[in-house]
């Protein structure tokens, strides 16, 4: 990790601020044979009463939203996006599919602390490690930072986390920056809402039964307003211009198939299993 450029003062971490925010570095492989990663920069917001979890972007976008008075919304379920009361391991995750729902779940992790340490610029960091979600992961945290978070659902070690990847490398988190805001932080407007629409809270059973229905027929929007558009102006669906309902068909199909290949969840216990294709 680099030297780590983290204002922190962190004396006065957990007291002075309403917000500490810790921005990590996300690197993750939604193929697991992918020889890339795709990266994004995530925001963990440590608040009085809740923390947060969410991409850097829905935050950039807030703001320009608010500066310039737009309504731009954005969401992307690749990444992921939660909070939790502080201390709690009950998290409340978001997703957006046919509509905008929210799931709680359980998750609290067992780790197991080793005697091996590392520094990381002035900051000694001590390894742990924990099976979570069907992976095992390797944690560096930091004792200096009285803070018992770190990014996604992984917290209740003795100290912030700076560090976290699984054993085969697929999703890797790693600390690059850290902010304080005098007032907590408001995410209203884009993390317990899209398009002013709170979520739907729902079970994982109806959580996979909505994604098999959207594998099944991905496309039913596009098909819908292709129905409707009476052929005027250019319609385009994942980069392909379509001129008849027809070509509907190939590109479900195409579709199914980077769902099947992109099926690599950070809890991949979770990783719903698709119908194959038929031959």
Known sequence: MKNLIIVFLLISVALSAQTHRFIYEYKFKSDSLAKDFRKENMVLDVNPDEVKFYPYVYAENDSLN???????????????????????????????????FSLKTEDKILWTLTNETKKSGDYLLQKATAGFGGRKWIAWFSKDVAVDEGPYKFRGLPGLIFEINDDRNNFIFNLIKSQKFN??????????????????????????????????????DFKEQFKNSSGSGTFMVMGTQVKSAEQFKELSENFQEMLRKENNPIEIDKALKYPLKKK
């Open 183 to 220: 007032n907590t932080y408001d995410t209203s407007e884009f993390l317990e809402k899209f398009a002013g629409k709170k979520p739907i809270e729902i079970s994982e059973n109806f959580l996979n039964k909505k994604k098999l229905e959207m594998f099944n027929d991905p496309l039913r």
């Open 66 to 100: 608010k500066v310039r008075d737009f309504k731009n919304i954005m969401w992307d379920d690749a990444v992921p996006a939660l909070k939790r009361k502080s201390g709690s391991n009950t998290n409340i995750s978001y997703f957006l599919l046919t509509d905008f």
